[in-house]
Every structure is written in C-alpha cells, then in structure tokens.
C-alpha cells in the first residue's frame, strides 16, 4: 500500500513552514493563531475569505497556496461549521477529508485544532482526527509497477501530519488505543485487496499466524485435522480447488488464561474466491469475488486491533478458509453433507457456499469454548444489497441485548448496521425433503434464508449475524475510504467490545 504519513501530536502553536491547516467556524472564522497568522500576511488570508464567499460552513475548503508575507508554502482552511455540535464521529471524518485535500502535500503539514473561540476540541477529537488521516491516507497500490504522472495513486499525503492541540500529551496517548484500530482496519483493507493467486487458504491462514507477535495464540488447522472433526460442510466448499482449505483460531486472553470470565467470539467466512462452483457465477464482476473473504478479513484485523490496544477481554476470532471452484472433485447440486453439527444439508446450489462454511465454524467454537455470544461476518448474500444498498450492513440477531449495542457500536463509529427479521415463517422456506435442510430457500427474501440456516447451528447463546457483502467491498467511497476493500467491522467491532465487555 501507498506509504502512510507519520503522525505526531504537539503543542498548540503557531506553524512556521510547510502546509498549515487552520479550522474556521461559522461565527468568527478564526482563534488568535489564524488570526496572527492573517495580521502576518497583512490581511491576505481574510481578503482571500471573502473573495471567496467561504464562511467555515462545514465541510467546506478554501486553499490558499504560498501566502504573502509567511514562509508557508500553503495555507488549507476546513470549515467546520457549528464546532460545538460536532461528535467523535464527525472529528474522524474531519480528519479523512483533510488528509483527502493534501494529495501531493510534500514533507509536512501541521493542523491546528484551534476552535474559533480559541478552545480545543480536546483529546479524544484529536485523536480521532489523526485515525481518520491516516484511513483516508491508505491506497492499495503494491502492484501498480508503471504509473502515470497524472495517476490518482501517484498523489501521495505528505510525509509527516503534525496535530497541534491543547493537551498534546493526552491526545498522543488517546491515539496509540485508536491507531491499533485504524491498524486492525487497513490489515483488513489489504487482506480483501489482494488476489486471490496471491492470497489462498494457507497463504491466508500464514497472515493470521504472524499475530503471534502481538500475543495472539493461532492455531491452523489443516484439512486432515478438520476430517477428525468432521467438518464436511466446510471441506465440502473446498474441495474442487487444488488448495487446501484451512481454519484458523485465534485467542486474545486480555484478561488472563486463568481468568473465568466467558470470551467473545467472533466467526468469519473466509471463501478466498468464489467461483460459485458447478453452479458457476456470470463472467461479468466476477473478479470482485476475490474480496469474498471480507468477513474474515474483519476477525483477523479486530484481533489485531484488540491485542495490539491489549484490550482488556478474552476474545476468540475464528475463521473458515476455502477457494470455491469447478472441478471434477467439487460438489454437486443435490449433494448431501453432513455437518459438524450432525445435521444434514441438500447443497440445492453451489454458489450458496459460505452459509457451509460458517455451520461447521459456529458449531465449533459453540463446541470448544463457552461464548459470552458469537457475532459471524460474511459477505455472504447480494439479496441484502438489493435490500440495504452499500450504506448498511444486514444484522440478524437472536438476543435484543446484543443487537442494541451493535446498533449503537455502528452509530458511533459510522460503520452501520439495520436489523433484520427472523421468523419460522422464513425457516420453513429452507425444509429440504431429504436431508434436515437445504442451502438454499428461493428467490425471495434470500438474506433471511440465509440467516435462517445459520441459525439452525446456533444453540443457546446470543448471536448476530452481519451480512456485509454490501459494505466491505466495492463500498462508497468515504471521508475515510478511499479503497475498494473498506475493512467494514473491525471499529464496529472493536467498538462493542470497549463500550460493553471490557475489564
């Protein structure tokens, strides 16, 4: 990926050379450093305020490029409106679009969180502003070999984002907690960018194991030990493609191996490409589905995250690896499986496969741990994109509880969730006439069906299912994602943890 600028934290202060930024409001436009700054300039940047009609409105910009009477090279103003209504949300999206208007912003660029009235927007802001920098910073552009001058991936941030702000040594420290996160989130934006030649099950299973280093415990299992455990619904999935599928447990033990609190859980679906198999995909959009992995990209990347902030919780990431593809070895339409579980399923499509792989991974970690609850991720159907579009992910939920607090969890970090239903009159769609049930329930209402099945392997513990397909690729494009693979789940998730089961 593109280079990620430095980012550093200082004490509020006037900034001498480079590219400063300064935030206006609606009110006075500036606090006494833009106002010293435009006495310096002999009025220059209040003259190029009016000329431009701009008056801090938020969201929007004036540039000015190599002031008079000021060694700076550039002076960018962010309006930001009515600074005293604005949430930690809107400080991590200011943060993105600033970084967005530095594009080929040479050596360094200081910020300064200045409010019109000369307070500060205070630590916690200051953080989340550098977070939503360095996100909306990230490129993936590792094999883009000839460039073009004019390339949008040539423009680079600058080389280094100073944040002045009153309290720097507060805001530093709020920040190391968050930049785990924004971590967390670009492994996961690298994860879904990556082909799928160069990322298979165990190249995939590889990148997992090497959070060992941050105190995660992995273990890889491959296919000969899944076949002990009879996992057959998972290995059925992978076994028209020459790679071995793999499972991947991930434990973060933040409270201690000897603590007895009960650890969250956390499942993805891991199809590293999904050729839909005999029941084979359309030509066209097909290479998106390298980014079929999306839902264990997710658990990979808040497993980083919660172990490198050494959050305070004992969490479990799993993650079911598997290429989906046509071969005389692959399952047919009309295959029965027998899960893990026990229960049996009529594979009424091929391309209805991730449902298979997150059977066998809910019931083994139903079987080998004790869940607090258990959240699944998958980009697993595009009838919730027809449903939701890219804004929202799907939510499926057998506990109120936990679906209220990822509610909450999506409004804070802007990663949203919509509950969806789940109803027997849905379940009774997925009956098969000869196994306890088929992949698949028809044309309408596919994303509950979907749900539905996955229920089915769901005991007695709270669950949610986020059905992501809409969100962790191919998603809009944001203040903070400016990257087709958008590492949609690893703040949401992370977010429920801090708010809900730490400590």
């Known amino acids: 990926m593109t280079d990620l600028p430095k980012l550093s934290f200082q004490k509020l202060a006037e900034p001498k050379k480079g590219i400063a930024i300064l935030l206006a409001g609606e009110g006075p436009l500036f606090g006494p450093i833009g106002q010293a700054l435009d006495d310096a300039s002999s009025g220059a940047i209040s003259r190029a305020a009016k000329a431009a009609a701009f008056q801090g409105k938020a969201k929007s910009f004036l540039d000015i490029l190599a002031p008079a009477g000021l060694d700076l090279d550039r002076i960018l103003i962010a309006g930001v409106g009515d600074a005293g209504a604005l949430k930690d949300l809107d400080w991590h999206l200011l943060g993105g679009a600033v970084a967005g208007k530095l594009a080929n912003g040479g050596a360094a660029a200081t910020v300064v969180l200045e409010l019109a009235d000369g307070g500060s927007p205070g630590a916690d802001a200051a953080a989340l502003f550098a977070a939503g920098a360095k996100l ?3 490129r993936f552009d590792r094999y883009k070999k000839k460039k073009k001058e004019d390339d949008e991936q040539k423009k680079k941030p600058p080389q280094r984002i100073v944040i002045a702000t009153e309290g720097h040594s507060a805001a530093r420290k709020a920040y190391t907690a968050l930049d785990a996160v924004t971590d967390g989130t670009l492994l996961a934006r690298d994860l879904v960018n990556e082909p799928a030649n160069v990322l298979g099950p165990d190249d995939f299973a590889k990148r997992a194991k090497a959070l ?19 996992m057959n619904a998972l290995l059925a999935v992978g076994q028209g493609s020459e790679r071995e ?20 859980v956390f499942v993805g679906k891991g199809v590293v490409f999904d050729t839909g198999g005999i029941s084979i995909k359309p030509a066209a959009g097909m290479e998106d589905m390298k980014g079929d992995m999306g839902g264990a990209a997710c658990v990979t990347g808040l497993m980083h995250a919660l172990a490198a902030r050494k959050a305070r919780v004992n969490a479990v990431g799993v993650i079911g690896l598997v290429e989906n593809m046509p071969d005389g070895k692959a399952q047919r339409p009309g295959d029965i499986v027998t899960s893990m579980s026990g229960q049996t399923v009529e594979v009424i499509n091929t391309d209805a496969e991730g449902r298979l792989v997150l059977a066998d991974a809910l019931t083994y970690v139903q079987q080998k741990f004790k869940p607090a609850f258990i959240v699944d991720l998958a980009t697993l159907t595009g009838a919730i994109i027809v449903a939701l579009g890219n804004e929202y992910a799907g939510m499926f939920s057998n506990d109120d509880t936990l679906a209220s607090q990822l509610s909450a969890a999506g409004e804070a970090t802007g990663e949203k969730v919509w509950r969806m239903p789940l109803a027997k009159e ?52 944001t203040d903070v994602n400016k990257s087709w693979a958008s590492g ?16």
């Open 245 to 264: 599928s793999r499972f991947v447990v991930m434990r973060w033990n933040g409270l201690g191996k000897s603590s007895k609190k009960d650890p969250v």
């Open 136 to 138: 909306s910073s990230y």
């Open 426 to 477: 849905y379940d009774k769609l997925i009956d098969s006439r000869f196994a306890d049930m088929k992949n698949v329930g028809g044309r309408w209402g596919g994303a509950i069906t979907a749900a539905q099945f996955l229920q089915r392997y769901i005991e007695d513990v709270p669950w949610a299912h986020l059905d992501v397909a809409g969100t962790a690729m191919g998603s809009p494009q």
């Open 488 to 503: 949609f789940g690893v703040r949401l998730l992370d977010r429920l943890v801090a708010d809900n089961y730490e400590g």
């Open 212 to 230: 060992d280093k941050l105190g995660v415990e992995v273990k890889v299992l491959g296919e000969k030990e899944m076949q002990k455990l009879k």
